[in-house]
């Protein structure tokens, strides 16, 4: 489906160092924000105190936060559980006060001005829980990548799959350098918005790949050079592209907006995910594969002669 037809290649790979370029000083920035000021880890990673409180009518989550500020624990996290009657409440782990004394000051604060909230559920959740969330999340990536590598390298060829997992990792440093640049909260809905972009990106990635390996069989590309091949599988995908990640990004966008705080974290990592996927899919991996030497040869293979019987 084509809403509109380019009928002249762009070409994109002779910006192909301008936009690399561009890429790697955001990567390099991305990874100083990272070393310098860290991720802002929440409370399933760092351990707190999560407690669940339910009212007698729809709670202003607002209204909660609002007092909540109050105690001065730094980021409180305030989301509906199931229902808007239904609350919970995540605290940062304070070393001098336990679980049960927290519970009690909050709920003191919360009831202030004769509001109607029972107390449901509290629960602690240690460092070391946290820290086994950090390992299993970083194992997640690493496996995610490796899985893109393995299938990338067998269903094209072994330099779509370097330069795809070299692009997809450039999205998610980016992602991870945003959320430490603005210190915002890191959690584990951000990290499951990462590695939906993961598999995102690489989407893209396949679908340029697929034909580009479509052209290099084209008779009418046969004269054509590697870049010049490059340059008419992007074209001629432009329009997929732009009506597929448009209509995501608007579907991302509402989550974001409309989504509140429960799906904001979510909803900010696949943005700019989604952003610099479609960036680094054409402008970051096509130019690293030519540069990798691809050829006609690489995806075509020779037609064996027949041997002829001798007498």
């Not at 500020?69 to 009657?85: C, E, F, I, P, W």
């Not at 893109?148 to 997809?168: C, D, G, K």
């Not at 448009?246 to 974290?265: D, P, R, Y």
């Amino acid at each position: 489906m084509e809403f509109f037809r380019i009928k002249r290649d762009i070409p994109f790979m002779s910006y192909g160092r301008l936009t690399t370029t561009i890429s790697l000083v955001t990567f390099v920035l991305a990874v100083v924000f990272l070393v310098i000021r860290g991720l802002n880890f929440s409370v399933e990673f760092t351990g707190g105190t999560v407690l669940e409180v339910q009212y007698a009518q729809a709670a202003e989550l607002s209204d909660v936060r609002h007092r909540l500020d109050k105690l001065g624990m730094g980021d409180v996290a305030v989301q509906n559980l199931g229902t808007s009657r239904d609350v919970m409440i995540r605290l940062p782990n304070k070393g001098n006060r336990s679980s049960a004394q927290l519970s009690e000051q909050v709920m003191q604060y919360l009831k202030d001005g004769n509001t109607q909230v029972d107390l449901r559920k509290v629960e602690f959740i240690g460092p070391q829980v946290g820290q086994e969330l950090v390992t299993h999340g970083l194992t997640a990536v690493i496996l995610v990548c490796i899985g893109i590598m393995i299938y990338l390298a067998v269903r094209f060829e072994w330099r779509f799959a370097v330069a795809a997992i070299i692009a997809n990792m450039h999205d998610v440093v980016i992602i991870l350098g945003c959320f430490a640049f603005f210190q915002w909260e890191f959690s584990l809905t951000v990290l499951a918005g990462v590695l939906a972009v993961l598999g995102y990106s690489v989407n893209e990635s396949v679908v340029v790949f697929d034909r580009i390996r479509e052209n290099f069989r084209k008779p009418a590309m046969r004269g054509k050079t590697v870049a010049q091949v490059i340059d008419n599988a992007i074209t001629s995908t432009m329009s997929r592209t732009i009506i597929t990640h448009g209509s995501t990004e608007a579907m991302v966008l509402s989550m974001l907006i409309f989504g509140g705080a429960a799906l904001h974290g979510f909803a900010t990592a696949l943005t700019i995910g989604i952003i610099f996927g479609i960036y680094s899919s054409v402008l970051v991996a096509s130019p690293i594969v030519m540069w990798l030497g691809l050829s006609r040869e690489n995806l075509i293979k020779p037609p064996k002669q027949k041997q002829e019987a001798v007498v």
